[in-house]
C-alpha cells in the first residue's frame, strides 16, 4: 500500500522533472505552484467527502470567498469611500443583524402556526430597511475615483494573514449553508451549494463597493520579493553568476520557489492536521457515520452535527486555498470563477486520487492539475493527428484546432468516468 | 385608462416573458423530475443534454437554412427539431448503456449516480464546444413578432405596447402540447403506468413483472425530447450559449425540488413559480406605479426589489424556502 503511493509521487515527481528539463523551470514551478494549491483544495473536499460522504458542489463559491478576503485583507483602505459611504454600510450591517436577530426574537414568541409569517413580514421589513441605508451609500462609493478603486479597500495587513482569515470566512458561510441543507439527504446539499456559490460569484461581480466587481483588483501585496527588486539587489546578481544564469529567468524562478515553499508549509501543516483528525476517535466516528449512519446514530452520535462539523472544516480548507491561488495570482477577476473549473475539476482529483485518503487526495491534486495544464499541448497534438489527412485550410481541419483546447474537458470527464468504474477506491484507496 | 396602462406594461414586461421562461423551465425540470423519480439520482448532465440536443438541432437548422428549406412564417428549427431530438435521445441512451447500467445493476448509491453525472457533463460539455465552438450562436429565423408593440398602441390608444414574440407563442404552444401528451402516456398507456409504478415502488414494480431496463429506456427518451424542446425553445426565446446551460441547472432544480421531487405536475407548477418569481424580483416597477399614482408623481427610485445580476438567487432563496418550510414540495414527494 505505502509502495503504491511512493511510487505513484515519484512518478509525478518524474513529470514535473521532465517538463522542468524539456520545456522550462518556470513552466515546472508554475505548474507545481498550482498543483500544490489544488491538493490543499483536493484536501478540503477530501475531509467532506471521503470522511464524511457529502457532496458539495459549491467549491468554487468558498474558493471565491478566500479570494475575496486576500483583498479585503491585504488592499490599503481608499479613506474617501470609507468617509462618503462607510457609515451608510455599517449602518445597513447593522440593520442586517437587528434584522436577524427579530426573526429569532419573534419566532420564540409566537404560536408555530405563524411562525412562517411573522418571519416573511419580519424579513420584508428588514430588506427595505437595508435598502434605505445600504443605496446611496454604495452610490457614493462607487462615485469616488471609479478608474483607480471606487470601492472600499482592504484593511492593509500582511496578506499572509488573508489566508487563515479566508478560512474563517468560507466556514461562516458553510455553517450557514449546512445548517439549512444537512440533516436531508445528500442531493439537496449538492443543489443547494451549487446555489450558494453562484450566488456568491454574483456578490463579487455585481456589489463593486466591495470587490470592484468584474474591473478587477489588480496589484495584491505580495508575501515575497518582487522580481524588480531581486534583479536589482547585488546579492542576488552575485547569486545567478554563481549559477551563470540569466538574471530575469532567475528572479522569476526565485519568486516561483519562494511562493511554493510557502505553499508547501502550508500544505504540510493541513495534512498533518487532517491526519491526526482522521487517525483520532473523530475521524474513527466521521467514518462510522459515512459507512452506516444508521448504525452511528444508534450508537448515539449527533449525524447532523457531525455533518455541519466535517462541512464546515472540509470548506475553511477550500478558503484557505483559495486566498492562496488570489495571492498568487496578485489579482482577484470574478469572472474568472467557472464551476468546471473551480468545482468539478476538484471533484474529479479527489476521486482519482482515492476518497477517504489524504495523501490520495494530494496526488490527485498534482496528477490533474498537471493534466488539466498539459492536455492543452496534447489536445493540439490529438488534433493535427486526427486532421493529418486533410487538407490545409479544410474548414473542419480548421475547426478542429480550434476546438482543440476543449479536449481536456472531455479528458477530464473520461478519467473521471473510468475511475469510478473501474478503480472506485482510486490510486491510492483508503485503508 | 392608467390602470390599463399600468396592466399592460405588467403584461409586456412580466407575464408574457414569464409565462415563456417559466413553460421552458417546466420542460427542462419534468426531464430532472422523471429522472430523479426512476433511476433515482440528481442528473448533474440535465442541462449539457439539452445543450448538446438544441446544438444538434442548430447544426440541421443551419443546413436547412443553406438549402433553402423552410417552413416560413415558422422558425426553421422547428423544422430541425425531430432531428435534434433523436441526436439528444441517442446521446442519452448511450451513455445509459456505457456509464449508468452498471451502477443500477449494483444498485448503487444515489451520490455515486451523482458524482457519475458530473462525468458525463464534463464528456458533453467538451464534446459540444469542440463541436460547436463555445460562443453565442444564432438561429432563429421567421417572423420575429406577433404582435408588435407600436401596432397594439396604434388599435388601442394606449400609451404602453404590448408585443409578443413568435417565440414566445410557439414556447408555450409547444409545452402545453408536449404536457398533455406526456400526461396521456403517463396515465393511459401500459408503457406509462408501468414507469409511475416503477417509480413508486421499485420492488413492487419488479414483482409484478415489469421489466426495468425497457422502463428506464423510456423514461431517458422522454427526458432527452424535453430536454431539447427546452434547450431549442430556450435557444429561440434568447440565445444558444454553451456555457448557460450550467447556469440554467440551477433554477430547474429548484423548480423540480419546489414541485415535489418525482411530481410531474409539481415540476410544471415549479417551473412557472420560480419563473414568475424570477421576472417579478427583479423587475423595476417605477413606470407601473407611476401609472398608478396621481398625475405627474413617480416614484423615486426604480423600486426593483434585486437587481437581474441576481436572478440566480431567486431561485436559491426559493430553493432554501422550500427546503426549510416544506423539504417535500408543494405537491408531496420524496424527500431525497
Not at chain 1, 18 to 29: P, R, T
Request: aromatic fraction near 12%.
Amino acid at each position: 500500500m505505502k509502495r503504491r503511493g511512493v511510487f505513484y509521487f515519484s512518478v509525478m515527481a518524474a513529470l514535473l522533472l521532465a517538463v522542468g528539463l524539456g520545456q522550462s523551470w518556470n513552466v515546472a514551478l508554475g505548474i507545481i505552484n498550482l498543483c500544490l494549491i489544488s491538493a490543499i483544495m483536493a484536501l478540503g473536499v477530501n475531509m467532506q467527502w471521503g470522511y464524511a460522504g457529502l457532496f458539495n458542489v459549491g467549491i468554487m463559491g468558498f474558493t471565491a470567498l478566500g479570494g475575496l478576503t486576500a483583498v479585503l485583507v491585504s488592499m490599503p483602505p481608499v479613506t474617501e469611500a470609507w468617509s462618503a459611504g462607510g457609515r451608510g454600510i455599517a449602518l445597513a450591517f447593522l440593520s442586517l443583524v437587528a434584522t436577524v436577530v427579530a426573526i429569532i426574537i419573534a419566532r420564540r414568541l409566537v404560536p408555530p402556526l405563524f411562525k412562517i409569517w411573522i418571519t416573511i413580514v419580519i424579513v420584508i421589513l428588514g430588506f427595505l430597511l437595508i435598502r434605505v441605508f445600504y443605496e446611496p451609500a454604495v452610490e457614493q462609493i462607487e462615485a469616488i475615483n471609479p478608474a483607480h478603486t471606487g470601492y472600499l479597500g482592504g484593511f492593509n495587513l500582511p496578506i499572509v494573514l488573508s489566508w487563515f482569515l479566508g478560512g474563517v470566512v468560507a466556514a461562516g458561510a458553510a455553517w450557514l449553508i449546512g445548517k439549512i441543507s444537512l440533516g436531508l439527504r445528500a442531493d439537496y446539499l449538492a443543489i443547494a451549494t451549487l446555489g450558494i456559490s453562484e450566488i456568491i460569484i454574483a456578490v463579487l461581480k455585481y456589489e463593486e463597493w466591495l470587490s470592484r466587481g468584474v474591473k478587477n483588483v489588480t496589484g495584491l501585496p505580495r508575501p515575497v520579493p518582487y522580481e524588480v527588486d531581486l534583479m536589482a539587489a547585488d546579492w542576488f546578481i552575485n547569486l545567478t553568476a554563481w549559477f551563470h544564469a540569466d538574471v530575469t529567468d532567475a528572479a522569476s524562478i526565485f519568486v516561483k520557489l519562494c511562493y511554493a515553499g510557502l505553499f508547501l508549509i502550508m500544505l504540510a501543516a493541513i495534512m498533518w492536521l487532517a491526519e491526526r483528525a482522521l487517525r483520532s476517535p473523530w475521524g474513527r466516528m466521521m467514518r462510522a457515520i459515512r459507512d452506516n449512519r444508521d448504525a452511528a446514530n444508534a450508537m448515539g452520535k449527533d449525524v447532523t452535527w457531525r455533518h455541519l462539523q466535517v462541512f464546515v472544516l472540509g470548506c475553511a480548507v477550500c478558503g484557505i486555498a483559495g486566498a492562496m491561488l488570489t495571492t498568487l495570482d496578485g489579482q482577484l477577476t470574478p469572472s474568472s470563477y467557472i464551476p468546471l473549473r473551480y468545482t468539478f475539476l476538484i471533484w474529479v482529483m479527489v476521486i482519482i486520487g482515492g476518497s477517504g485518503n489524504n495523501w490520495g487526495a494530494v496526488l490527485g491534486g498534482f496528477i490533474i492539475w498537471f493534466l488539466w495544464i498539459e492536455a492543452e499541448p496534447l489536445g493540439n497534438w490529438l488534433m493535427r493527428m486526427i486532421t493529418l489527412f486533410m487538407e490545409d485550410g479544410f474548414w473542419l481541419k480548421d475547426h478542429l484546432i480550434a476546438g482543440a483546447a476543449y479536449t481536456r474537458l472531455v479528458l477530464m470527464g473520461a478519467i473521471l468516468l473510468v475511475v469510478m468504474r473501474f478503480a472506485p477506491k482510486g490510486l491510492i484507496p483508503e485503508k | 385608462m392608467d390602470v390599463l396602462n399600468a396592466l399592460v406594461l405588467f403584461a409586456n414586461f412580466v407575464v408574457v416573458p414569464a409565462t415563456a421562461y417559466g413553460a421552458q423551465l417546466a420542460l427542462g425540470a419534468l426531464g430532472i423530475t422523471l429522472i430523479f423519480g426512476i433511476l433515482r439520482f440528481a442528473n448533474f448532465a440535465h442541462g449539457e443534454l439539452m445543450s448538446f440536443g438544441t446544438m444538434a438541432t442548430i447544426l440541421l437548422t443551419w443546413f436547412l437554412q443553406a438549402q433553402g428549406a423552410g417552413i416560413a412564417p415558422l422558425p426553421t428549427a422547428l423544422l430541425a427539431l425531430p432531428l435534434g431530438i433523436v441526436a439528444a435521445i441517442a446521446a442519452a441512451l448511450a451513455t445509459d448503456r456505457a456509464v449508468y447500467r452498471f451502477y443500477r445493476h449494483k444498485r448503487a448509491n444515489p451520490i455515486i449516480f451523482a458524482i457519475v453525472s458530473v462525468g458525463v457533463m464534463f464528456v458533453m460539455a467538451g464534446l459540444i464546444r469542440i463541436i460547436i465552438g463555445p460562443d453565442d450562436q444564432s438561429f432563429a429565423d421567421g417572423a420575429r413578432f406577433l404582435i408588435r408593440a407600436q401596432e397594439f398602441r396604434q388599435v388601442t390608444g394606449l400609451k404602453e405596447g404590448l408585443a409578443i414574440k413568435q417565440s414566445q407563442l410557439i414556447t408555450v404552444s409547444i409545452a402545453v402540447i408536449v404536457v398533455l401528451l406526456l400526461f396521456w402516456f403517463l396515465q393511459k398507456t401500459r408503457s406509462g403506468k408501468a414507469m409511475r409504478a416503477y417509480s413508486d415502488n421499485e420492488d413492487l414494480a419488479l414483482l409484478s413483472g415489469i421489466d426495468p431496463d425497457r422502463v428506464v429506456t423510456i423514461a431517458w427518451i422522454i427526458t432527452a425530447t424535453l430536454a431539447t424542446i427546452a434547450g431549442v425553445l430556450y435557444g429561440l426565446d434568447k440565445t444558444y450559449k454553451p456555457f448557460i446551460f450550467l447556469q440554467l441547472l440551477l433554477p430547474i432544480f429548484a423548480a423540480a425540488i419546489l414541485g415535489g421531487i418525482g411530481q410531474p405536475v409539481g415540476a410544471i407548477l415549479g417551473g412557472f413559480v420560480v419563473a414568475f418569481s424570477e421576472v417579478m424580483v427583479t423587475y423595476a416597477y417605477k413606470k407601473f406605479f407611476s401609472y398608478l399614482g396621481p398625475e405627474g408623481w413617480a416614484p423615486d427610485g426604480l423600486v426593483q426589489l434585486l437587481s437581474t445580476d441576481y436572478k440566480f438567487a431567486v431561485s436559491f432563496i426559493i430553493l432554501v424556502a422550500v427546503l426549510l418550510i416544506r423539504p417535500t414540495g408543494i405537491i408531496r414527494g420524496r424527500v431525497l
